[in-house]
């Protein structure tokens, strides 16, 4: 069977302009705004209105570095409560790449292996009889 050629686009074939007003509008890359070969700057814009999950509280983060989430000693009464209320041990609790702050009670002795502590967050347990153990200092 014989092949077919696609039609070419004949819309603006004659026309010296091709659609983009004076003749200087598209003359070369100039055109582009200084993006270079990306086109126009509007993809940065359809990325904050339609797609924000992209960007935001996560935002832009160097590649490689490790990130510390922090964590209270309220927080971490809660998950102990949670674990005793499944019938499990809470004598200790492992919470790696944490940094543990003082806001809240710990009420109980119980030992804490963590990444690093602030010195109030320490001072509490070690008042509660518990331990604070930081994985930063074991580096």
């Not at 570095?65 to 809470?90: M, P, Q, Y």
């Not at 806001?103 to 518990?130: D, L, M, P, Q």
């Amino acid at each position: 069977m014989v092949v077919r050629k696609e039609r070419r686009g004949r819309k603006y074939l004659g026309s010296r302009r091709w659609g983009v007003g004076n003749i200087k509008n598209a003359r070369g890359a100039g055109d582009r705004g200084g993006v270079g070969k990306g086109g126009k700057k509007h993809k940065f814009t359809y990325l904050t209105a339609k797609a924000p999950e992209l960007i935001g509280k996560r935002g832009f983060h160097v590649f490689g570095s490790k990130k510390r989430e922090d964590i209270t000693l309220k927080e971490i009464g809660r998950r102990l409560a949670r674990l005793e209320r499944d019938g499990k041990s809470a004598e200790s609790i492992e919470l790696p790449g944490y940094k543990v702050l003082s806001n809240g009670e710990i009420g109980r002795k119980v030992t804490i292996k963590a990444y690093t502590f602030s010195k109030k967050a320490a001072e509490k347990i070690k008042a509660a009889g518990g331990e604070a153990v930081s994985a930063a200092k074991s580096e």
